[in-house]
């Protein structure tokens, strides 16, 4: 099972509006049970996001770094991390 440092659990905290229409979490603790429970993942760089979701059938085809940046379920860490979270 992947750990979630401090970083993830924050930004997804932060950011979740932007995937959810209600808050999934209110603290770190259930921010980390909630994206152990649908298998968040955590990637080094846009690139790899972009082969995660070709991955998981996707259509990614023609969209921009900054598009797939911009996708609901993509999370940007601060450091260049993404985190994706499938909702």
Not at 27 to 39: G, H, I, K, N, P
Request: net charge negative; with cysteine; proline share 2%.
């Amino acid at each position: 099972m992947y750990e979630y440092d401090e970083d993830c659990l924050k930004t997804f905290l932060k950011n979740q509006a932007q995937l959810f229409d209600e808050p999934v979490a209110e603290t770190l603790e259930e921010a980390e049970a909630f994206l152990e429970d649908c298998m968040a993942v955590v990637v080094d760089s846009i690139e790899e996001v972009r082969e995660f979701l070709e991955e998981e059938g996707m259509d990614v085809d023609g969209m921009s770094e900054g598009e797939l940046e911009e996708a609901s379920e993509v999370f940007s860490i601060p450091g260049g991390r993404y985190l994706i979270v499938e909702g």
